[in-house]
């Protein structure tokens, strides 16, 4: 239960994150907000953990070095998904960066990648992930024929940056 609730508000922070992210890119541009995310990350985190990690920082010696480049992936992480928002809007974008890591993560998963314990792949898997591609289709599904009235009401207006 408490995993399922850090995954969900996961999503509410990756979700706001690459809203807010794309805004600002509009104003300083995508590699100065990209600095700036990972920067302010950078100071957001390191304080938390002097105060409440009791791990040791500098073993980091011990790890693979492979898993190093997590650093590196987050830059394109941030990047790349402003620049998708911004060509294809916040519900497309994310529906498919969730299809693409549920498409690794199953990888992982089912082959053992990078030391985890080996997860067989089911029926299951493959209909889930089958749906998932399928809804994000429906989802963008646009009427051809006639003319669509915009009858939406907005209950909130956040102010743009």
């Known amino acids: 239960m408490k995993g399922m609730l850090f995954a969900i508000m996961a999503g509410v922070f990756i979700s706001l994150q690459t809203v807010f992210n794309t805004r600002v890119s509009e104003k300083v ?5 990209t600095t700036l995310v990972l920067g302010l990350g950078l100071f957001t985190s390191f304080p938390i953990f002097i ?8 073993s ?6 492979i898993y190093l480049l997590g650093g590196f ?4 992480v941030v990047y790349c998904i402003m620049q998708a928002i911004r060509m294809l809007g916040s519900a497309y974008a994310i529906s498919i960066v ?3 890591q549920l498409f690794i993560a199953v990888l992982i998963d089912t082959f ?3 030391g985890f314990e080996t997860i ?10 089958t ?4 809804g994000i289709s429906v989802f963008k599904l646009k009427k051809v024929t006639g003319q669509q009235k915009h009858t939406s009401k907005v209950f909130f207006r956040i102010k743009p940056i």
């Open 51 to 58: 105060i409440m990690d009791d791990t040791q920082l500098f």
């Open 120 to 129: 067989s792949f089911t029926i299951n898997k493959l209909v889930g992930l």
């Open 73 to 76: 992936l987050g830059v394109g």
């Open 112 to 114: 053992g990648w990078f």
């Open 29 to 33: 541009g995508m590699w100065a907000t």
């Open 131 to 134: 749906l998932m591609i399928a």
């Open 60 to 65: 980091v010696g011990n790890v693979n070095k």
């Open 98 to 100: 969730l299809v693409a």
